[in-house]
C-alpha cells in the first residue's frame, strides 16, 4: 500500500473571529478568521501567495505568517514558530 502524498493536517477549529492584519508596517485591515489550528489559519481576503503579513489575534497574540494559498476571497496562512513581539 502507498503513503499518502500530502502530510496529515492539524486539527482545526472553526471559528468566527475578527483579526487585525499588516501587509506592510503602518498600513492595517480587519480580516475574518474562518478555521485556525497551532500551525495556521483561514483568513477572508484576497492576497498572493507568498505574502509576508503580520496578524494580531484577540486574547491571543501577533504573529507573522506567510500566505500559502489563496482562492475564492480566501486565503490559508502559515504562522511563524514563535510569535511576533
Known sequence: MNAPLTRPRN????VALQALLSR???ASETVEVEDISIDGCCIRGYFRVGE??????????RFTAR??????GKAGLKF????AA
Open 80 to 83: 511563524d514558530r514563535e510569535p
Open 67 to 72: 500566505v500559502r494559498w489563496a482562492r475564492g
Open 24 to 26: 506592510v508596517p503602518g
Open 52 to 61: 509576508q503579513v503580520s496578524l494580531h489575534l484577540p486574547r491571543i497574540g
Open 11 to 14: 486539527n482545526r477549529s472553526s
